[in-house]
């Protein structure tokens, strides 16, 4: 009996042990978590701390959403040179983009977007490429029946200084003698005026140029497809839309829009393809 005895008290002595030495981890680790935290709630809560780690967080993030914000150039766009005028249809632009958001809001469209050209002009410094002569607006191709109560009735000057929209029912691509109406009114199967269009979609005349087109895009659930240069788009590349400004006048951009240009115009599209030297547009050598 008393070699049993001191075997267990053997044992229980080295439990005691085992726990003393688990007891003091655990101490241990409990103040190093209070250390920890209390040295992040100083850096939190303290305004002469330098710089927190929430801080460059928010800085971080801050700075991801300014890359992507369509709205904000990087830098002062001076690729074009210097030298020449503005774009000679610039104001007339602005007056067919209202016109265009005021067709919008009235028949409800709400997904919409400027692309192609119009795009380029957005991205690179807000305002329409210098030696543009339309605007480019895409839309749903589910949507494009709304449009049917804007259109303006024949006859109709298109160059009396007021906004006219006209609509091809057979776009995009349909042969050259589609039947179509030209600006009196006529059906015509060739382009006899500036009325007698196949493409695009719809078109607001003020003048000709300048002009605003509309171009159709089809829905295929995974993939958005552009009927008119016949390409095909990952559906996050377009959508979610998002408000933007063009020419200073709120409108709406596309989600990816370096992915989206980079497919049209190469990885270079930030690049003009006309430069201003001696007060004239011409191609950079």
Not at 102 to 123: K, P
Request: glycine share 6%.
């Amino acid at each position: 009996m008393p070699i049993q005895t001191r075997g267990n008290t053997a044992i229980i002595s080295k439990l005691n042990v085992y726990l003393r030495i688990c007891l003091l981890g655990a101490a241990a680790i409990l103040l190093m978590y209070l250390f920890m935290s209390g040295e992040y709630l100083k850096q939190t809560l303290n305004p002469d701390t330098k710089e927190s780690q929430i801080t460059k967080d928010a800085k971080f993030y801050t700075e991801v959403e300014d890359d992507i914000n369509p709205d904000k150039p990087t830098q002062p766009y001076t690729a074009y040179g210097e030298g020449c005028r503005e774009n000679p249809y610039r104001e007339r632009f602005k007056t067919l983009l209202k016109s265009w958001e005021g067709i919008a809001a009235r028949q409800n469209i709400t997904d919409y977007f400027i692309c192609f050209g119009s795009m380029l002009g957005q991205v690179r410094n807000g305002d329409c490429v210098p030696y543009d002569h339309d605007i480019d607006i895409c839309m749903f191709r589910r949507d494009l029946y709304k449009l049917e109560s804007e259109e303006e009735k024949r006859p109709f000057k298109y160059d009396d200084g007021n906004p006219h929209m006209i609509i091809q029912r057979h776009c995009h691509h349909p042969p050259g003698n589609t039947p179509r109406q030209d600006c009196k009114g006529n059906v015509v199967t060739s382009y006899t005026d500036k009325c007698a269009i196949v493409d695009p979609c719809a078109r607001i005349l003020l003048g000709s140029p300048p002009f605003l087109d509309v171009f159709a895009i089809k829905d295929k659930g995974n993939e958005l497809f552009d009927e008119y240069k016949r390409v095909a788009h990952k559906r996050e590349v377009i959508l979610p839309l998002r408000p933007c400004k063009y020419m200073g006048i709120d409108t709406k951009c596309l989600n990816n829009q370096t992915t989206y240009l980079t497919r049209y115009y190469g990885k270079d599209y930030y690049k003009p393809i006309y430069v201003c030297k001696g007060g004239k547009w011409v191609r950079p050598s």
